[in-house]
């Protein structure tokens, strides 16, 4: 039997004096348990997503100070803890210091594990370098190492011997990753059982919330304990990660498998924790029912993302105030139900901005919203600046200096719209939130920024876009569960829910009239989402084919036979294929470029999961082909 | 004797289509005269920097069918060039589709060198994941494959053998980086000299332009190839291609080196060409005169990759006018002599638009750039609207709907500045631009962009951001620079040359009193570049400890004896080193998030080549005992 305490800290990214505090503090409550054994997740010194903070020296040395602390206190306690791990002497291949991503085995004050392997820690052997991760940019793999070495990886797969109470132990060391091997050619799980027998697998990670992963992980990694007959102990962290462009939360969600790959212990999600466990390494535990992890895709487990992830950013950056501009539509609606309910009532501050255009229904929604959820209103017109800007572009002469000549611009009614999106965001948004102490909201949704729906410094402006990694149905399903089950009243009002989604930028888009977005949510969020979300990327050649063949609906997920009620003819199917795709492929990348960081939920967020360049838009040789046949046919 | 074709062509990212018909033409000349051998660059059917495009497999597709046009092609003539190769039988690490970056011989219509390697083409060996390249994320090295054949990478590092004149060849086929190996363990010209011998090295390249790094090319390759002592033939591609947030260009400088490693051939920067040689493979070239590359740190090479970029680029996004706001500052009116000589003074429309705070030096001196460069003019004051909005958030009441109370905002004079700047920017300019059908510039320069000296929404805005990677000192060389080399007269006026740097949004920023920037730049560019510039990033820690030890200016490369002229005590220097620090690592993370794209020049440019996170500041251990000791001394 072996007590293990499962660390699942918030780690503060760059801050490894704080998360050296923490873990102190967790292996002093650890050691009163009576533990003898505790886990930290990966990079619980450092914090894992630093960008290019890896390239300072000075930072380095600081992480392995503090590690260096941690190890010394490890005089009657094992701390398994992971931390950037340096050899002075070597370089990475970028020619800067070598750098592993490591996992340490501390012991009565040293560090265990050399006698097998050529450094007292473990290295991580798969590097993710998918979705956000870039690893590779900054350490060096065991396969780099193996290569240098001129050995094969699987005999660096070596475990950790320990002696705990008099028994020899072997640990078998995995970074997050590497319990992840399925498409890799290397199977660390494997390499160290064989190298073994291992008693106890750990797997040491800091893995961001993801739609679904929870779920994936916990199938994976029991079939793989199952293999190997072998219990294995997972430890994830919890707070907030970026990449700059791309917002993570961990959930924690630590967990413990016994040799049968059940599921016997398994931590809170989003909520830092230490959990005391009693492991048996040889006889079976039985599977508890209290341990059984939620499903982690449900609108439940996504809103605690979000309002997770919402704090903890406001909270890093030092905000306690936001300001919201509330058109009366859904999204602005949404996004004011969820930071009211995080920040409270006072540290709201919605702003209706009417122009001519906006109808008395939504302003009354909007005020109706701001009643609701009793927080700061004020209402702010634009449309005095806005006919001043029109007067002032229109009338200022541009003189040309060869010839003296002048001319006059004209303001086309597109520009206008323009203008009184930027007058909002740039003009009031931006000065109240200053004045106010604030920062100003996003309220994009994910199908807006994948076609760029949005203006530059207009409505796509704010300092966070809590809500852009959802799609029009999800903000939808939010707004319905922050009612139902959050607020326990309509504080959204049914009205809002219902409404015709609408910029309200001209006569053109009036709600009254049930005029609204060109954007189809039921069809398009969909399509978009084949576009971006799919693992392999869907092009207008896969949408085409599938239209063709009647499996469009079935494909992308959208209701069935939607489509055809849509549009009647191939032609109109491909103006709108065509349409949408330049513009994902066009003038939304130059948008996204100076878009918010996106707090990401789903597989696939914007900004740093969806690397993209402001390339032209390219139509494949199959797709041209099947165009032309299906234009043909129709005639 | 080989007569080989450097076919140093424009790669259109994500264009297959216009890239294999760009290479058509290109086979087509060789072929006229009589060459046997023609080398495209690395990745020159898809180009290289598609961002997350690699993972639509109908593009993939596509790449491999236009692959194969070229190898039909090759009847009469051995045609090497860089592609995409799949094997669709195989998974990268990610679960999606093998994916090489590879290098294709074709000769006779078909593909050479699968008689000593598993696929009839070669695998990139080394790739970088350093700076803007993201190779690991999309390709499966032949690290990588050495480790899943359980073979040693040296092994499959074979040349390929082709007939050509019924003379035996054997050819070392090198990608970039492969010829980059100092800081590898693995060296690919060694390995397949060791296989060979090998008759002619090629490499094919993908390079975006640095500064100097031309220069630090030639001094590796010209080393690389003595110690194999064989002739090598490097290709790079021109044209522009981005990661999005950063902007590359690529120059070319294809070159051949003989077997002393003597350049004998220097193609032209920035400039597609197809320049044809007779190589002798045994016998020793002769250099001429007229090969010898020119220094690419010069101030004349990097105007030619600012205006080359930045003209590509608006290609690119088809834009054929731009708007400028022209304050009468340094910063500006680089911007509008760039333009202009770009664009034509007709494309090129200057906004003046003045507030109470700005003078008539500035004012006057803005007009007299327009009349020198001829070109649009305008003026659009803002002092209106800045009143208004100040009265509007100031007297609208903020009501607290739980209580019915009311509140009024108050407005700082740094909350007024920035209501001057975006009203500037997203008020007028992206107003104007979009009635002008343009796009409005981005003048910030890299001092700036360091520390967040700018206005989201306001100065910081616009489609690009040419001159965001020049220090202030480089921008005043390139103002010199148009005057005296590319302009021949006094276009931008010399007043403005000598003004004070000032933002002139407040009477503290008086450009008459000599008043202006908080940033001192002589001092805070070399500063700021130690912070992001360096290879090895420098800290407070580093920077202080320099500071001690009475060589910082020699460290940093300031001007000897200056940092005691502008601070008088630690305490001074502290205060100052601490403010730009956090400013750095804090709000201007947040305001690059938002920024347009940079056009890069120097070895690290913001944005994919400076990934950070929104984290918090960080001061190091050292840095602190460090800074303690001073200020007790200096008490």
Same mark, same amino acid.
């Given at each position: 039997?072996?007590?293990?305490?499962?660390?699942?800290?918030?780690?503060?990214?760059?801050?490894?004096?704080l998360n050296?505090?923490t873990?102190?503090a967790?292996?002093?409550?650890?050691?009163q348990?009576?533990?003898?054994?505790?886990?930290?997740?990966?990079?619980?010194?450092?914090?894992?997503?630093?960008?290019?903070?890896?390239?300072?020296?000075?930072?380095?040395?600081?992480?392995?100070?503090y590690?260096?602390?941690i190890?010394?206190?490890?005089?009657d306690?094992?701390i398994?803890?992971?931390?950037?791990?340096?050899?002075?002497?070597?370089?990475?291949?970028?020619?800067?210091?070598r750098?592993?991503?490591?996992?340490?085995?501390?012991?009565?004050g040293?560090?265990?594990?050399?006698?097998?392997?050529?450094y007292?820690?473990?290295?991580?052997?798969?590097?993710?370098?998918?979705?956000?991760f870039?690893?590779e940019?900054?350490?060096?793999?065991?396969?780099?190492?193996?290569?240098?070495l001129e050995?094969?990886v699987?005999?660096?797969?070596q475990p950790?011997?320990?002696?705990?109470?008099?028994k020899?132990?072997k640990l078998?060391c995995?970074?997050?990753?590497?319990?992840?091997s399925d498409?890799?050619?290397v199977?660390?799980i494997?390499?160290?059982?064989?190298?073994?027998?291992?008693?106890l697998?750990?797997?040491?990670s800091?893995?961001?919330?993801?739609?679904g992963?929870?779920?994936?992980?916990?199938?994976?990694?029991?079939?793989?304990?199952?293999?190997?007959?072998?219990?294995?102990?997972?430890?994830?962290?919890?707070?907030?990660?970026n990449n700059g462009?791309?917002?993570?939360t961990?959930?924690g969600c630590?967990?413990?498998?016994?040799?049968?790959?059940?599921?016997i212990?398994?931590?809170?999600?989003?909520?830092?924790s230490?959990?005391?466990?009693?492991?048996?390494?040889?006889?079976?535990?039985?599977?508890?029912?209290?341990?059984?992890?939620?499903?982690?895709?449900?609108?439940?487990?996504?809103?605690?993302s979000?309002?997770?992830?919402?704090?903890?950013?406001?909270?890093?950056?030092?905000?306690?105030?936001?300001?919201?501009?509330?058109?009366?539509?859904?999204?602005?609606?949404?996004?004011?139900?969820?930071?009211?309910?995080?920040?409270?009532?006072?540290?709201?501050l919605?702003?209706?901005?009417?122009?001519?255009?906006?109808?008395?229904?939504t302003q009354n929604l909007?005020?109706?919203?701001?009643?609701?959820?009793?927080?700061?209103?004020?209402?702010?017109p634009?449309?005095?600046?806005?006919?001043?800007?029109i007067?002032?572009?229109?009338?200022?002469?541009?003189v040309?200096l060869?010839?003296?000549?002048?001319?006059?611009l004209?303001?086309?009614?597109?520009?206008?719209e323009n203008?009184?999106a930027r007058?909002?965001?740039?003009?009031?948004?931006?000065?109240?939130?200053a004045?106010?102490?604030?920062?100003?909201?996003?309220n994009?949704?994910?199908?807006?920024?994948?076609?760029?729906?949005? *203006? @530059?410094?207009?409505?796509?402006?704010? +300092?966070?876009?809590? /809500?852009?990694?959802? =799609? &029009?149905?999800?903000?939808?399903?939010?707004?319905?569960?922050?009612?139902?089950?959050?607020?326990?009243?309509?504080?959204i009002?049914?009205?809002?829910?219902?409404?015709?989604?609408?910029?309200?930028?001209?006569?053109e888009?009036?709600?009254?009239?049930?005029?609204g977005?060109?954007?189809?949510?039921?069809?398009?969020?969909?399509?978009?989402?084949?576009?971006?979300?799919?693992?392999?990327?869907?092009?207008?050649?896969?949408?085409?084919?599938?239209?063709?063949?009647?499996?469009l609906?079935?494909?992308?997920?959208c209701?069935?036979?939607?489509?055809? *009620? @849509?549009?009647?003819?191939?032609?109109? +199917?491909i103006?709108? /294929?065509?349409?949408? =795709? &330049?513009?994902?492929?066009?003038?939304?990348?130059?948008?996204?470029?100076?878009?918010?960081?996106?707090?990401?939920?789903?597989r696939?967020?914007?900004?740093?999961?969806?690397?993209?360049?402001?390339?032209?838009?390219?139509?494949?040789?199959?797709?041209?082909?099947l165009?032309?046949k299906?234009?043909?046919?129709?005639?």
């Open positions: 039997m072996l007590k293990i305490a499962l660390a699942q800290i918030e780690i503060i990214p760059g801050r490894p004096d050296t505090k873990m102190f967790q292996i002093e409550q650890a050691r348990q009576q533990m003898q054994m505790i886990i930290f997740p990966e990079m619980s010194i450092p914090g894992y997503f630093l960008g290019d903070t890896w390239e300072q020296i000075t930072f380095l040395k600081d992480c392995e100070e590690g260096q602390q190890i010394e206190s490890s005089t306690i094992c398994i803890f992971g931390n950037i791990a340096m050899d002075w002497t070597k370089v990475n291949d970028d020619g800067r210091i750098k592993y991503n490591a996992c340490f085995i501390a012991y009565q040293k560090l265990l594990g050399n006698d097998n392997f050529p007292p820690f473990r290295i991580k052997t798969l590097q993710p370098n998918y979705r956000e870039d690893d940019r900054h350490f060096y793999s065991l396969r780099k190492l193996a290569i240098e050995l094969n699987n005999q660096l797969l950790v011997t320990i002696n705990i109470a008099n020899q132990l078998g995995l970074l997050c990753e590497d319990g992840w498409d890799y050619a199977k660390p494997i390499a160290l059982q064989q190298n073994g027998p291992v008693d697998f750990v797997n040491i800091s893995s961001p919330y993801t739609i992963k929870n779920n994936k992980r916990n199938r994976i990694f029991s079939a793989q304990v199952t293999k190997v007959n072998t219990p294995l102990v997972y430890v994830n962290n919890t707070g907030i990660q462009k791309t917002i993570y961990f959930d630590s967990t413990v498998y016994n040799r049968k790959g059940e599921i212990e398994y931590c809170p999600g989003f909520s830092s230490l959990t005391c466990i009693d492991l048996h390494l040889t006889t079976d535990h039985v599977k508890s029912s209290s341990t059984t992890p939620n499903d982690d895709r449900n609108i439940s487990t996504i809103y605690q979000l309002a997770y992830g919402t704090k903890y950013f406001l909270d890093s950056i030092g905000l306690k105030k936001v300001v919201i501009g509330a058109s009366g539509g859904i999204d602005s609606a949404v996004s004011a139900a969820l930071y009211t309910q995080i920040l409270g009532p006072d540290n709201v919605l702003v209706n901005m009417p122009s001519i255009y906006n109808s008395k229904t909007s005020a109706k919203l701001a009643q609701n959820l009793g927080c700061l209103y004020t209402i702010m634009i449309q005095e600046v806005v006919d001043y800007t007067q002032q572009l229109g009338n200022a002469p541009i040309d060869k010839s003296g000549k002048e001319q006059q004209k303001i086309s009614p597109f520009v206008i203008i009184q007058d909002r965001s740039s003009r009031i948004l931006a000065g109240v939130a004045a106010f102490g604030a920062g100003f909201t996003c994009a949704n994910k199908s807006e920024m994948t076609v760029g729906y949005s *203006t @530059l410094y207009g409505d796509q402006g704010g +300092f966070l876009a809590a /809500l852009s990694d959802l =799609w &029009k149905y999800q903000i939808y399903e939010l707004a319905i569960f922050l009612n139902t089950t959050i607020y326990k009243k309509e504080v009002p049914q009205e809002i829910i219902n409404l015709v989604p609408s910029a309200e930028l001209s006569f888009q009036s709600v009254d009239e049930g005029k977005d060109p954007i189809i949510y039921p069809y398009h969020d969909y399509l978009f989402k084949a576009f971006m979300e799919h693992w392999n990327r869907r092009t207008p050649e896969d949408i085409l084919l599938w239209y063709e063949q009647g499996v609906e079935e494909k992308i997920g209701q069935p036979g939607l489509v055809a *009620t @849509l549009f009647s003819t191939p032609d109109e +199917f103006t709108d /294929l065509e349409k949408w =795709w &330049k513009l994902y492929t066009g003038m939304a990348v130059a948008k996204r470029i100076q878009a918010p960081p996106v707090l990401a939920v789903s696939r967020a914007y900004g740093f999961d969806h690397r993209e360049a402001q390339n032209r838009t390219y139509f494949t040789i199959n797709y041209q082909k165009r032309e299906l234009l043909l046919k129709a005639k």
